[in-house]
């Protein structure tokens, strides 16, 4: 049996008095969706953010193909292959969708200045099989739309070769063929063996999806259960209740 | 990064497509226009003085040391901090300056103005680096920090030398201020000026092959033409204006003065800096969304360590142009610098808000500053009114450009 490519163990973090994420364990193997569920505020963000570098953990450890992780920013987390959509997008909205795209890996020319036209001209290759209306390759983010914003935040996360996707909350803004083709996208990714986790409030985004579900409510992993084994009731019945099917066991 | 719509510009010749495809920046546009209309509104009330070879001399000096340090602060702005003690880091440094040249290696030829410089830059340039440490890694906000700075750089240089002025300086340093053998002449001036032509042609030739090269949208030829002929003909005019100044006594034409030789300078690796590198490429993000640079693996520390490093750096450019051009250390140079500093920036386009600026906005804002001054001073206005002038136009013209921002976006 393969290594999982990521494995969580009992992770903790604390915010002042608050235990935002309160010994949660979490694995993803290749080429598998995991959805991650739960309430606002159920810790969701925090826990990626663990993962992609953001936030350090309390206490806990984190393993990648099996070896321990040793991830203290973001830049670490990206030479695991980690790479990450933030919920708030994390865009500088004063640059356009090819410097945000490029940002932190800037392509360079031999004289050590920017090249912007060869990263214009990648941006537009990958914005085209994310979103082929996007043409707005050079002005600021901020005066895009929601979608397209969404699109090269979604676009700078799998543009770098990618071996585990975070993708929180990733179609909030998009419409509906926008949604479909990250769908589609998702599914393409998982075929390659791409590890992806897909954080959602919202059962019916990931249902479809997701391998395996894992709930949270109040910082505490309520249970990882496989998608098809329970219905999308069931499983909203676990973010609800907190109740975990299998064991029983209540998180309140 | 600017805004390209091909649609337009290609299908039908309205007015909308014509200014569309010549692609210009209209704010920077309107800053030349509002320049220019200060310009010939001043030469007309005072009767034909401010438009001559010898005002606009005189106004650029005048202009280049806050000049200078305004390209620094529009890194420090746009990276949403403020910098308020670049008025007495300039004190400081040009006193320090003064004394190695003066007291510590007088006699010593070249090497007393060069220990002077480096002397200078070394200080200014560390001073920097620490008011940026204490911003970045121990988290006091660059307002405190640097007005801290602006009590303890000017006590500092009164404490050098007890307030005594320091002279004489070095003939070769006096140079950098620009008197009156401060200019390269006519051919010198002739050279560079052509040389600069050439630089703005090879550049839009390379420019306009390299987008074609990725299969970007390239201008129509002819407004490629009408905006490099924008480009040349200033650079030109420029030129035969500080060739038509003729020294006082011998008539020998001045030509372009070294303090504003290394404005231009400045101006050029500062705008590589801000728009071509890394470096600038992160003040941006910084500014425009600190949280987003942290997540991209950007260190924002060091970065603002770098910014205040080099404003510090641009600092001591400003503080040789001063110094020299009093032919003396002072402990009082470059008093108010800091508002002088910061207003240029603001007046050329920079935002308090962060993540907005360019360096060629902040020299315009220094020249429009300065020429309201100097247009002030022909009319006889006196020094506190000058100022009353001052404040008033800053608000104005900061409450224009949010309209035109707001109107705009
Ligand atoms: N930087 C922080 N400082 C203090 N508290 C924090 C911080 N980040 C998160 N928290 C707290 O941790 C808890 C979990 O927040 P988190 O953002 O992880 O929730 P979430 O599950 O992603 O919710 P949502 O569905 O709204 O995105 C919340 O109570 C929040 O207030
Ligand atoms: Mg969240």
Redesign the interface.
Known sequence: MTAPLVEMRDISIQFGGVRAVDGVSLDLMPGEVVGLLGHNGAGKSTLIKILSGAYQASSGEIRVNGEPADIRSTRDAKKYGIETIYQTLALADNIDAAGNLFLGRELMTPWGTLDEERMAAETRGVMQRLNPNFRNLTTPVRSLSGGQRQSVAIARAIHFNARILIMDEPTAALGPAETRMVADLIRQLKAEGIGIFLISHDIHDVYDLADRCAVMKNGKMVGVVRTKDLSKDDILGMIIMGKNPVTGAVVY | ????SPATATTRPTARGVLDALDLDTRMLAMVGALGVIWVVFDLVTGGVFLTPRNLWNLAVQTSSVATMATGMVLVIVARYIDLSVGALLGLTGMVMAVIQARWLPGMGDISWIAALVGGALLAGAVGGLQGWWIAYRGVPAFIVTLAGLLIYRGLAWWMTSGQTVAPLNPSFEVIGGGLDGSIGAFWSWVLGIAAVLALVARAVHARR??R????LTRPLWAEAAVLLVQVVPVIAFVMVMNAYLQPRTGIPMGIPVPVLIVIAVTLVMT?VA????FG?YV??I???P????????NVKRITVWIFVVMGLLVAVGAAIATARLKAGLNATGELDELRVIAAAVIGGTSLAG??GTIFGAVLGALTMQSLQSGMVLLGLPSPMQNVVIGAVLVFAVWLDQSYRRGK?
């Open positions: 990064m600017t805004a390209t390299r987008r090269q990725f299969g970007c590589v728009t071509r590198t890394r490429r941006f993000a500014g425009g969304n949280e987003a640079a942290e997540l991209s693996g950007i993540g907005v976006l």
